[in-house]
């Protein structure tokens, strides 16, 4: 049996989770992704649960921009002891859609003793997304 890097096991599991309905209806609605596996909440957070903590691998499911779920789960690994007020300033940056924005608030933002300067930087932004994650 061959051996999966954990980018490989991170993406079958969303794989195996796939739900082809929801992924379809997204597309329709114009979501922005190139890949959608229609993974649902509960099961990122699952996945999240069996993920180890991991800030390289948070950066690279952040910068994975073209998968729904690789943007979602990001938040949901990266350590929150090592997430800085930079790195905070530089994912808000590329935030692509409000379920993004929302997810990165919920799973870690929240947690970080800088949140509230935060949002009083970003919500001068000129970037819809970016206003919309300080608020």
């Known amino acids: 049996m061959a051996e999966f890097n954990p980018m490989q096991q991170i993406k079958h ?3 195996a989770m ?6 379809d209806n997204m597309r329709r609605q114009g979501a922005p992704y190139r890949i959608i596996f229609g993974v649902n909440l509960p099961q990122l957070n699952e996945i999240a649960r069996n993920t180890a903590k ?9 910068n994975n921009t073209s998968t729904r779920e690789s943007m979602l789960l990001a938040p949901m690994i ?9 790195t905070a300033r530089r994912w808000c940056n ?6 993004v924005a929302d997810i990165l608030c919920m799973k870690l933002l929240r947690h970080m003793d800088f949140a509230s300067q935060l949002a009083d930087e970003l919500i001068l932004s000129e970037n819809d997304m970016v206003r919309y994650a300080a608020l």
Not at 54 to 62: D, G, Q, V
Not at 78 to 86: G, K, S, T, V
Request: cysteine-free; charged content about 20%.
């Open 13 to 15: 599991q969303f794989y």
């Open 18 to 23: 796939r739900n082809g309905a929801i992924a």
């Open 54 to 62: 991991s800030a390289e691998m948070a950066e690279a499911l952040w």
């Open 78 to 86: 990266y350590p929150h002891e090592q997430y800085d007020i930079a």
């Open 94 to 99: 590329s935030i692509t859609t409000p379920e």
